[in-house]
Structures are given as structure tokens and as C-alpha cells.
């Protein structure tokens, strides 16, 4: 079967994006408790325990905290690259496997291509997924879009894409300046502009679904969001627009 996605949730307070296959289902990123994680893969039709794997982008704890006890209580391998495990003490997992040199790989029929991202974190990962002729690109946590980024994620057939801030609202916004300056920063989050050049310039001209994630709920809006994305979404099967406490309902990815 092609591929298919959904989101546990999206934002500083917590990720999770589930990616299945058939009968098999990856879930990227845990920022939630044990039960939280059960509560919203509950909503998606979905247990921890039909999991085939964890995949972890970076050490952030908003994408992290949960990936430990998750993978303790059901037995699950967890992979991540060993910058990202070196990072900090996230308590011991049953089974690792460690992402050497963003090197390709694959898990239960699901070919894994880890990306490397510029972003304030060990060694952080973004991932573009494949199965029977379809792709998925996961593209958040990074301040730039550099030209190898375009180049792995430029012919994915869905995009799960971060449009983090509007640069006004971040300037006059209540975070220290020290804050600012990293979320603005080319190793920060991607502003609303950013997602939009980063579409414009690679036409995606192939894709059905795009998912606007990752939206700050102090330094964005949806409506800033939708208004700047819209002209460079023209022409996008399906956009939607990801939230903190739902995430997005499952999506299919048509071969």
C-alpha cells in the first residue's frame, strides 16, 4: 500500500507524526506522555503497540520527552542519529539504531532518507519517506532552507512543512531578545516567508498534500500563515494547516 500520515500534535508543546504503510506505522518525534500518546493515537484509530518503530529528528524536548518511556513500555527500536543520542540523557531505550552519516535505510518496507538540517541541535535529522512509488517529506525545525534540503525534498508527492513564525509578530512578541534571535536565526525555525520562497522556488508542482506545521501559537497566525503561503500553495491538491492540541486527521498519498 502507498503511503499515509497523520499528526499527534504540532508545536512547542508537543509532536508526534505518525507514517504507515500497509500494516506497518512509524511514529516521528514523541513529545507527549505515555498516556497523552495513547490518548491521541486513540483518536487516529491507532495503539503504541501497532508501531513498528520510533524515529527521533532531534533532541528538543518538545520532540523528545516521550520517546523513552513510549519506547520502554512497548518495546519499540528507536532510531536516531548519535549526535542526537549524545545530546542529552533520555533514560534507557530496548533497542537502538543509530542513523550513521544520514545514511538511507529502512524499516518495515518503508525506505527512510534522513536529511540534514540546520538547526540548533546536535546533529538534527529531517526525513523523506517512500513506499510503492509514493514520498513523503517532514520538513520542520530548521532556520534554512539550503540548497541540499531542495534537493531531497524537492519531488515528494505530500510535505509536512513548517511555517513557524511571521518576522513582525516575533520582533514585537514577548520573548527575550536572546529567543528571538535563535528562532529568527538561520539554526531557528522558519518564518512564514521562508516556507513560501522555499515553495515558490521549487514549483511542487506534483504535490497532493501539503501540511502547514509547526505554527507558533505567540509569534504566528493562521490567517498570517494562510495569507502569505497562498499564492505559493496555488495549484496544491490539498493544503491544510496543522494544530497544536489535534495535529491533522490522516492523509493518503495517491501512487
Not at 508537543?14 to 483518536?43: P, Q
Request: aromatic residues 6%; proline residues 5%; charged residues 20%.
Amino acid at each position: 500500500m502507498a503511503l499515509r500520515f497523520a499528526s499527534l500534535g504540532s508545536g512547542s508543546k508537543g509532536n508526534g507524526t505518525l507514517v504507515a504503510s500497509g500494516d506497518h506505522c512509524l511514529l516521528v518525534d514523541c513529545g507527549f506522555t505515555i498516556k497523552e500518546t495513547e490518548r491521541r493515537m486513540a483518536r487516529l484509530g491507532m495503539s503504541p503497540a501497532d508501531l513498528s518503530a520510533i524515529l527521533v529528528t532531534h533532541e528538543h524536548s518538545d520532540h523528545l520527552s516521550g520517546v523513552a518511556p513510549l519506547a520502554r513500555k512497548y518495546g519499540l527500536p528507536v532510531y536516531l542519529t548519535p549526535g542526537t543520542l549524545r545530546a542529552r540523557d533520555i533514560g534507557k531505550l530496548p533497542r537502538v539504531h543509530l542513523i550513521e552519516g544520514y545514511q538511507p535505510f529502512e524499516v518495515a518496507a518503508i525506505q527512510v532518507t534522513p536529511v540534514a538540517v540546520p538547526h540548533d541541535a546536535r546533529e538534527a535529522a529531517q526525513f523523506v519517506f517512500r513506499s510503492r512509488g509514493t514520498s513523503l517529506g517532514l520538513l520542520t525545525d530548521l532556520g534554512t532552507v539550503t540548497p541540499h534540503v531542495e534537493s531531497h525534498f524537492g519531488d515528494c508527492d505530500a510535505l509536512v512543512l513548517e511555517a513557524n513564525h511571521d518576522p513582525q509578530m516575533l520582533a514585537q512578541g514577548p520573548y527575550p531578545p536572546s529567543l528571538k534571535r535563535r528562532v529568527g536565526g538561520a539554526y531557528g525555525h522558519l518564518s512564514n516567508q521562508q516556507a513560501a520562497g522555499f515553495l515558490h522556488r521549487v514549483g511542487f508542482r506534483q504535490l497532493q498534500h501539503l501540511v502547514v506545521a509547526h505554527i507558533s501559537e505567540k509569534n504566528n497566525s493562521l490567517e498570517l500563515a494562510r495569507r502569505t503561503l497562498a499564492e505559493a500553495a496555488e495549484g496544491v491538491g490539498n493544503c491544510i494547516f496543522a494544530c497544536q492540541q489535534q495535529g491533522f486527521d490522516w492523509l493518503q498519498v495517491e501512487k
